[in-house]
């Protein structure tokens, strides 16, 4: 006896200014963005049945993660938890019809595309540190799986950290059509500037930019010209802004044709923790429920921890002060210049809250704190956004985010329209199946579905876009990978730190004595202490 099914999350979204991506659970649907058409959907899978055929051969992808549009518009990028990359020219979505088919080393954590002589290149930053960059054929490949094979023999990254990478851009050059310098970030506070040009040589590091106090988890290039109208220093190099942690973005300039910190802005942190909806400990536990496959049931994120495993907060906390949230963490995760009211605003979304943010560029000429934000609250978590500038046309935003049972209010997909300096949530009037991917997704109850088939999780129907799963499904799904594993206790630094609130801080001292407590109560101090007896036992012990 089944229980009732759900609507599967949208968990990404990629627009241009003729088309729109969509990534389910079960589909990957590409949309005219004018007129709500479906051009092509692709079926796709979250659990394989016994015996179901894996690798580049199956018939579609594991559960879709990432998509991104190339810049001529022409191709579709996706990178799925299968570590496949798959490329698509835009009229001819199909599977077997792919025109790149490439294997990963690692999962995809960043995928981006950048104009090069030889047409569009598809850079992926994978989940171990490592960047690749692939140049896509005109061509669909003939035979995905030798093809696949054929590329995974010649890999090589063409740079890698240490730690991961959570973000990159690319640097114009003067006059060539290969960008000059790749930026890459990482959670351990790096910054890079490594050479990219006609022979890709990012092993060559041109500049570190030193000062982040967290992970930095987005960074982006503004134009020159930009930057120098929203009062910047004028330089003939591109202005960087990256973030760092969850409250706080640094303005790197060029002097010399060398970057330096030119400015810190400091967020709100606590406007921006009052919105957030995603609890790091409680994804964490999500992500063991779903590894665990004795527990059949759904995870119940209210319920309490083990006695074993509960975190004494409570006890950490001094007396008079509220403990921390439990697992609170902010994370920027993307940054996008927009122009707009004769202005130019950076969109800035962090992972788990309801709501995006828009900041005006001016704002971060100077040091400052707490500065005006502009708040477009959603309603649910958003789980990515897509930003569309289109000539003559006002700015407009798609967000997705995660309406399954108990996360929060609204459609797995909004549009979003600039009006009267903010984004005003916009009616889409669009045939069937995009209308019912941004009206809000009923129920279904069993019977009007055809029933699971043994050893599945997943029910796709051919009639709605979005795929059918039960509520035990659902609850275990990770989507917020970003918030369990880029924050770290950040430095206190009290000339320069991106967390200065109280707020942070007892969150920063709560986390530090966590850890020492983990640590000295783990396997490894336990292993010494029995090693330490042992020794004491035989050689002086007491009798």
């Known amino acids: 006896m089944h229980g009732a099914l759900h609507a599967l ?37 979250i659990d394989a049945r016994p015996g179901a055929p894996h690798g580049p051969g199956a018939p579609s992808a594991v559960f879709p993660r990432l998509c991104a549009f190339s810049p001529s518009g022409q191709h579709l990028a996706v990178a799925s938890d299968d570590k496949i990359l798959r490329v698509w020219h835009i009229d001819a979505i199909e599977y077997g019809r792919e025109v790149m088919l490439q294997r990963l080393a690692k999962r995809a954590g960043t995928l981006q595309w950048v104009s090069s002589a030889d047409g569009d290149e598809v850079v992926v930053a994978d989940k171990f540190g490592d960047v690749w960059s692939f140049v896509v054929g005109a061509t669909p490949t003939q035979d995905v799986a030798d093809a696949a094979d054929e590329a995974e023999a010649s890999l090589h990254p063409r740079l890698g950290h240490v730690s991961m990478v959570t973000c990159l851009a690319f640097l114009p050059s ?17 910054i890079r500037l490594s050479r990219w040009g006609a022979r890709r040589a990012a092993h060559v590091v041109e500049q570190y930019l030193l000062g982040s106090r967290s992970c930095v988890g987005a ?21 960087l802004i990256s973030s760092d942690g969850g409250a706080c973005l640094r303005v790197w300039c060029s002097t010399e044709r060398k970057y330096q910190l030119r400015a810190t802005v400091h967020l709100d942190a606590e406007k921006l923790a009052s919105y957030m909806r995603v609890d790091a400990a409680t994804e964490r536990r999500r992500e063991r429920a779903a590894s665990n496959l004795a527990l059949q049931g759904a995870f119940d994120p209210a319920a309490p921890e083990p006695d074993a495993k509960r975190r004494k907060r409570a006890d950490d ?38 709501a995006v ?40 935003l798609w967000t997705c985010c995660d309406d399954r049972p108990g996360m929060g209010a609204g459609p797995a997909l909004r549009k979003w329209v600039w009006h009267d300096g903010a984004f005003s949530a916009c009616t889409v009037d669009a045939p069937e199946p995009l209308a019912e991917l941004v009206r809000d997704a009923p129920v279904t109850q069993e019977g009007e579905v055809p029933a699971p088939e043994p050893g599945t999780t997943l029910v796709a129907v051919a009639r709605t876009p979005r795929a059918l799963a039960p509520l035990a499904t659902l609850s275990k799904l990770c989507l917020y990978s970003q918030v369990m594993t880029w924050p770290k206790p950040p430095q206190a630094n009290p000339d320069g730190s991106p967390f200065t609130s109280l707020f942070l801080h007892q969150r920063t001292e709560s986390v530090a004595r966590d850890m020492v407590e983990r640590f000295q109560s783990g396997k490894r101090a336990a292993g010494r202490a029995k090693n330490q007896a042992s020794i004491q036992q035989q050689f002086g012990g007491d009798k």
């Open 9 to 45: 999350p949208v968990q990404a979204v990629a627009a241009t200014p003729d088309s729109l991506a969509a990534l389910t659970g079960a589909n990957i649907l590409v949309f005219d963005r004018r007129t709500g058409t479906l051009k092509a959907a692709l079926d796709a899978r």
């Open 174 to 190: 003067d006059n060539a059509t290969e960008p000059s310098t790749i930026v890459t970030c990482d959670r351990d506070e790096h």
């Open 219 to 239: 960074v982006i290039a503004l134009p020159a010209d930009r930057a120098a109208h929203a009062g910047l220093p004028s330089s003939e190099r591109p202005v």
């Open 317 to 354: 906390a001094e007396d008079g002060e509220a403990a921390p949230p439990n697992g609170l963490s902010l994370v920027i995760q993307h940054l996008e210049l927009f122009a707009a009211d004769e202005r130019d605003w950076l969109l800035v979304r962090i992972e788990g809250a309801e």
């Open 357 to 396: 943010f828009v900041v005006p560029l001016d704002a971060l000429a100077q040091n400052a704190a707490n500065v005006d934000m502009v708040v477009c609250h959603v309603g649910a978590p958003v789980l990515q956004t897509a930003l569309v500038c289109a000539p003559g046309e006002a700015p407009e």
